[in-house]
């Protein structure tokens, strides 16, 4: 705990110390620049009160400074540098800015540190699994199936199995590329989308007007359905499990039939249907509750 204040009065020692200098430097800047035009005539009188609020400021700053220093505890023994007491003593041209990036050095890994930290305590927090793998299982596992070569009559049995569970989106399924399916979407008037699979798992996603032509590659005309087709391939990357790939698919188009009120639902946010600057509707849906929001409104 002491060390923990310790450290925040050094951090206020120090803030005051580069407040002091940049109202000194403010100073002898002024100094340097002389008399200036918008000084007007009595460009005397103006530019020495000008100079003299200068040097009241640094006054004032001077004297936090004393204070915050006087704040700071005394140490009880010289500091322990280790072996990097030696450094001083260095002569050679090359090692003598050697203390310098040890300094920097030592800054850059703790950081690294700092930030590995954050960074679990994110990671710890995410409950969506993407490997099968478990280094704190004991356990053997037997060995998973591929997701790679499901026969064809099985993917169909999924993608018409989820086709029956909605009235309005209408699922049809083609193979123009051998075996692959390639999954056209209708949902009730309000877009088209096509979705390419690599056997079961999904590979590529674009999503159109409804009165636009359909294809994998050409993006919509229209901005709202660009900015969907992103959200959706954001989607296809969430819901992605190569274990559960019946489960990733059902859950996709259970997040894609939530566009079926694109136009008319209002930003759950804001409580707007168009946003003031995008001119957008609720575009992003999320990927729990289904629930629309602009771009602008998600985060």
Known sequence: MNQTINVEQLNSALTSLKTLRSSVSHVFETLSNGLRADHGEDGKDKFLLELQ????????NLRDL????NGLPIP??????????????????????????LVNSYKWTDKIHEYSSFAHTLLSQNSLKRSYINSGSTKR???LQSNHNVAPLQVDNVINNIDRSYND????????FASNAVVQINLSHVLKAVVAFKSLLMEWVMVKG??????LWTESRHHVFRKVTENAHAAMLHFYSPTMPELAVRSFMTWLHSYVNLFSDPCKRCG???HHTSMLPPAWRDFRTLEPFHDECKQ
Not at 76 to 96: C, H, K, M, V, Y
Not at 169 to 176: A, V
Not at 210 to 215: A, F, N, Q
């Open 76 to 101: 009880t023994a010289p500091f322990n540098l280790g072996n990097t007491t030696f450094l001083s003593q260095e002569t050679t041209q090359d090692r003598q800015a050697l203390y310098t990036q």
């Open 141 to 143: 596992r037997g060995k």
């Open 210 to 215: 409804y009165g636009e032509t359909l294809d």
């Open 272 to 274: 707007c249907h168009l």
């Open 169 to 176: 989106m209408k699922i049809t399924i083609s193979r123009p």
């Open 53 to 60: 609020e200068l040097l009241n400021n640094v006054n004032i």
């Open 66 to 69: 004393e204070q915050t220093v």
